[in-house]
């Protein structure tokens, strides 16, 4: 709309741009910084701005981190011989989340979409590799989404991990906890028939 | 989650303020924030910044402008004879669009609710009062949207207004453009029967 003030626009805009905002809601948001008090509006632009500046990547696993070593990778009690690979930093915390993973990550920042123009080397692939050169690690494990791209990923990376000699595991596919058979689509319902275990 | 990195966790707690962004909505916002480039973060922050120290309260419609007067106030083509009362400046964009509505607007921002504690002096109730002093303004349309609050607060406007001796009128209820009877709720329908025009 040519009828909004320049600084409103222009901050509508930039709203929009976040995945999964709109037009919209981005008009709601614009307003709704107007109605903050100075205060709220000046520590939002500083949040922002700190996240920016404060936060970067490990050098070891790439996920975000304020301290020079993120605190998984300095963490003493980790089991360093099983890194996770992992598509972004909010599947780190998925995991965590469960309490029952006890060895380092590693954030690719990406999944590997020739459609997208993603390749590998636009993926932390690289400093991937550079971590298994040391003989620590044992087991790496692909725990991309059971998608295209996840699927492609993890082959990917696989071929270039299996010829060093370290173990190369996946994700097991099957039924969500809690699902519902009926409602299982087939691909999942056979996979889950494919890697039925022993009782 | 106590194992984000601080300046993560303030800027995901800062977008979950907006109104309809959840926590996980936030946390993919402050994630995207983490991806932009350096120049794209600080253009955001600016804007945040720049909307809120570049734009104020018109003095005379309540509406945000950038100018000390903002532009519908001041065309020189606008019927100032008729007040169009409105709970948000997104609504005078709605009656804009329309290209049908040539008069003054004025912006509440908001409505009067007992149960959220807002009063009438919370809103701009006062400023639209010493609008209608000088005897310019011939009517006054209720615009807020039809709902409990909008009408308590056109009742109690109009109690306030009819006084001064000025036409005081509120949108009509009705049918929405293009919408079936067969769906319609039964208020509207009797609203829509109750208000029937001649043709």
Redesign the interface.
């Known amino acids: 709309?040519a009828?909004?003030?320049?600084?409103?626009e222009?901050?509508i805009?930039?709203f929009a741009?976040?995945?999964?905002?709109g037009r919209k809601?981005a008009?709601?948001?614009?307003?709704?910084?107007?109605?903050?008090s100075?205060e709220?509006?000046?520590?939002?632009?500083?949040?922002?701005?700190?996240?920016?500046t404060?936060?970067h990547r490990c050098p070891v696993c790439q996920n975000?981190?304020?301290?020079e070593i993120c605190?998984i990778c300095a963490g003493a009690k980790r089991d360093k011989s099983v890194i996770c690979v992992v598509e972004?930093?909010?599947d780190v915390?998925a995991f965590?989340?469960t309490r029952e993973y006890h060895g380092m990550y590693h954030v690719l920042?990406g999944l590997i979409s020739p459609m997208d123009g993603v390749g590998a080397e636009q993926l932390s692939v690289k400093e991937l590799l550079a971590r298994l050169k040391d003989g620590t690690v044992q087991e790496v494990i692909m725990a991309m989404n059971p998608t295209v791209e996840g699927e492609a990923t993890a082959m990917y990376l696989a071929k270039l991990i299996k010829p060093l000699g370290i173990r190369t595991t996946r994700l097991a596919y099957g039924l969500p906890v809690g699902s519902s058979l009926e409602y299982t689509d087939e691909t999942t319902l056979y996979r889950a028939l494919a890697g039925r275990d022993e009782l």
Do not use: W
């Open positions: 709309m009828n909004n003030a320049a600084p409103l222009k901050l805009e930039e741009k976040f995945p999964g905002i809601g008009t709601r948001m614009a307003y709704q910084v107007l109605s903050m100075d709220d509006a000046q520590s939002l632009a500083q949040a922002i701005q700190d996240a920016h404060r936060l975000f981190t304020e301290q605190p972004k930093p909010r915390q965590e989340r920042h």
